[in-house]
């Protein structure tokens, strides 16, 4: 049987032909000029079918062989027809939104670092220079030595100090002497003296004015009004006379001058305060009327000064300079002076340049006495006087204060033993001029 001939267009084993026309074309003529007759598929010659139905256009048929075969495949189907590929949709352009939807996170955590690193650092700022501003100003305090000859009462538990406001007219010019009506006296004597105990052991803090005319032993001077002992020796003797008529170790000493004293009032803005009565005092040169007000430096310091119209006199006005120096605390303390960065910087300047403080005298001894000091205008702290027995007691020294012993004993050695006194002991208090 002869065979059929070889076909050069056959592909070896496992090859395909793709049969592909011009589309609603005509077949290319042949060089004679007649149309070129169409290609019989090689599946359909393979079958023995001679001339078959051409394919329609685009159409292709798979030729596919056995591997290893040596003979056509017969039988097997042509691949279906495949509908007409869609051109791929166009492409959209690259776009950043997933990476920027992805990077937001990062950015607001970033953000978010930024802005509490840049709060952390205006807090730390703030906290440095709310420590920095009184350790500058402490830098400028005067220094003076307080600290006696010879033997002192034992030291005990809990801090004591004495805080003096001296009437020295030292380093005050006419006008400012004018302006404050000190008048022109020399020498230094106490207007202010006051013991206050700080308790180690849970007790409130406590503040007790010892009067200034209080008639009492003076180491080498014989008996005296209290304040003597400062013209006579200054803050040496008048420490060694406090301690030898309480029995308490002295930790420390502050004073405040009556220059210094009226700076500070006018660097918080004024003190506000309730004066109990119409008060007029020329000598004081306040004229002030009755009734809750903000008073200023020359009037605070009038007032606090103010002795000879009060009816009761030393006594009265001691208790008047308590509720001051626990007013001006408070008013210290507040955000209109702490949150302001010049009202705060200014206080301690002004504060520093009116103190003096004894040579063994630290910054934390001087915290304690303001901290004291603002405990008892909140009503967190006592405000007592030395017990007295008479207010007019005639001395060769003219009329004095004279103390009662025992119940003043009895206060004084609470306050050495660092026992709560929590209720005044009796006779150790005054009627207190209105709250502020």
């Known amino acids: 049987m002869p065979t059929e001939p070889e076909n050069p ?23 004679s000029g007649s149309p070129a007759p169409r290609a019989t598929p090689p599946a359909a010659r393979r079958a023995g079918q001679g001339s078959a139905e051409p394919a329609s256009d685009d159409a292709y048929t798979v030729d596919t062989r056995s591997r290893g075969s040596n003979g056509p495949t017969a039988g097997l189907p042509g691949r279906p027809k ?36 840049v709060v952390g650092l205006v807090l730390l700022s703030w906290i440095v220079f709310l420590v920095w501003v009184p350790f500058n100003a402490w830098n400028s305090v005067g220094r003076v030595d307080n600290i006696p000859a010879g033997e002192r009462p034992a030291d005990t538990t809990g801090h004591n100090y004495l805080l003096v406001g001296s009437d ?37 803090p406590v503040m007790v004015s010892i009067p200034r005319d209080s008639y009492v032993p003076i180491p080498g001077h014989r008996s005296n009004k209290i304040n003597a002992a400062y013209s006579f020796g200054g803050p040496k003797l008048l420490t060694e006379t406090v301690e030898n008529v309480t029995g308490i170790h002295l930790d420390g000493y502050v004073e405040i001058g009556l220059g210094g ?13 309730c004066v109990p009565r119409h008060m007029v005092d020329k000598k004081a040169g306040i004229d002030l009327q009755k009734g809750c007000q903000t008073l200023d430096g020359p009037d605070a310091l009038g007032y606090v000064r103010s002795r000879y119209e009060d009816p009761l006199g030393d006594i009265g006005r001691a208790a008047r300079q308590r509720q001051f120096l626990g007013a ?3 008013q210290a303390a507040t955000p209109s002076t702490v949150l302001l960065p010049w009202r705060y910087k200014s206080f301690a300047d002004a504060a520093a340049g009116g103190l003096t403080v004894g040579t063994e005298t630290g910054l934390m001894d001087a915290v304690r006495v303001l901290q004291a000091m603002r405990s008892v205008s909140n009503d967190q702290g006592l405000s007592l006087s030395v017990p007295t027995s008479d207010l007019a007691y005639r001395t060769s020294n003219g009329l004095a204060v004279k103390w009662d012993t025992e119940r003043a004993k009895a206060l004084f050695s609470a306050i050495k033993n660092d026992d709560p006194l929590d209720t005044a002991p009796a006779g150790s208090t005054v009627k207190e001029v209105g709250n502020s």
Do not use: C, W
């Open 9 to 31: 267009r056959e592909r070896p084993d496992d090859a395909y032909t793709v049969d592909t026309r011009r589309r609603r074309g005509r077949a290319p003529a042949s060089r």
């Open 82 to 117: 495949q509908p007409p590929r869609q051109p791929a949709p166009a492409q959209r352009p690259h776009s950043n939104d997933a990476e920027t939807e992805a990077g937001a996170p990062r950015r607001r955590l970033r953000k978010g670092r930024l802005i509490a690193l």
């Open 328 to 330: 001006l605390m408070k």
């Open 168 to 204: 020295s007219r030292e380093g005050l010019t006419a006008e400012q002497k004018k302006a404050l009506a000190t008048g022109s006296a020399e020498g230094k004597r106490t207007d202010t003296i006051m013991l206050v105990h700080v308790s180690e052991s849970g007790g409130k």
């Open 261 to 273: 004293f009226a700076s500070v009032v006018d660097s918080v803005g004024g003190v506000h305060l």
